[in-house]
């Protein structure tokens, strides 16, 4: 899947990225921030969709496949498909996890994810004016 369907008019591409581990997370926010994009993080389920419910302009999640939290994140990119279906839906997971039963729309990867294959799957960080 090519995320780049999430991008939209806006200056900035906002992206909500969740991982449990902040040693995961911070350096890949930060990589992405360098390359321009708007980053919110979230370590759970629970925080990721209190962001998508008061972030409207969040358009792509890139989740880890297993975060804690009242879902997993397998089951957070169905429930952001289901009531976000715009929004560019990325799963990162172990190879050995099964990703045959996600919805169609969902982009995934094996980690280690390197940080340009990520890159080129992301709408650009600057939209073109309308």
């Known amino acids: 899947m090519d995320v780049s369907a999430a991008r939209t008019h806006r200056s900035e591409c906002s992206i909500l990225l969740i991982d449990h581990s902040i040693a995961t997370r911070a350096p890949l ?3 992405l921030r360098t390359h321009g994009y708007r980053v919110f993080e979230a370590a759970n389920a629970d925080e990721a969709i209190d962001l998508l419910n008061s972030r409207l302009e969040i358009e792509v999640l890139v989740t880890d496949a297993r975060v804690p939290g009242s879902m997993g994140g397998i089951a957070l990119a169905e429930w952001v498909r289901k009531t976000r279906p715009r929004m560019g839906v990325l ?3 172990d190879p050995d ?4 039963s996600i919805d169609e729309g969902v982009a995934c990867f094996t980690r280690p994810l390197p940080a340009n294959d990520l890159l ?3 709408p650009p960080p600057k939209a073109n004016s309308p």
């Open 29 to 31: 926010g930060e990589l």
């Open 91 to 93: 799963v990162v997971a």
């Open 97 to 100: 996890l099964i990703l045959q």
């Open 120 to 122: 080129a799957v992301l």
